[in-house]
């Protein structure tokens, strides 16, 4: 999958995600920390990635970014209270079963928590 990581989630997930064969943007490559979410979904759309951000607050928010106007989609990891290590093996898991749906998901807002995957059209 073409991912885009936001910087609000650890470096260890874009280079296990880059292990695992995903072609992986992480914001702090490329020096776009601290940009406006705008910014992030303006970069995610022209590159054809999916966002994968925890920033539930305002990517999952269908009114502020509806999953329509995206070329990919919004994944967003809702897992408050787990270690480092739990959340990125769940996120793995997550996406390598997401992978097998991809052109299912297009236009889809994705919500990563710990117990489940919620999608939203």
Do not use: W
Not at 17 to 42: A, C, Q
Not at 69 to 80: A, D, E, H, Q, R
Request: proline residues 4%; contains cysteine; glycine residues 4%.
């Amino acid at each position: 999958m073409r991912l885009i990581i936001d910087e609000n989630l650890p470096k260890t997930l874009t280079e296990e995600l880059r292990k695992s064969g995903h072609d992986v943007v992480d914001l702090r490559d490329i020096n776009k920390t601290g940009i406006p979410d705008e910014e992030v979904f303006s970069i995610a759309n022209s590159e054809k990635r999916f966002i994968v951000t925890a920033n539930y607050r305002h990517f999952a928010n269908i009114l502020l970014f509806p999953p329509k106007k995206f070329s990919c989609g919004i994944i967003v990891i809702k897992m408050p209270h787990q270690t480092m290590e739990k959340t990125v093996k769940r996120i793995l898991k997550a996406i390598a079963y997401i992978k097998n749906k991809e052109t299912e998901i297009y236009g889809s807002l994705i919500i990563i928590e710990f117990n489940r995957i919620r999608l939203r059209k």
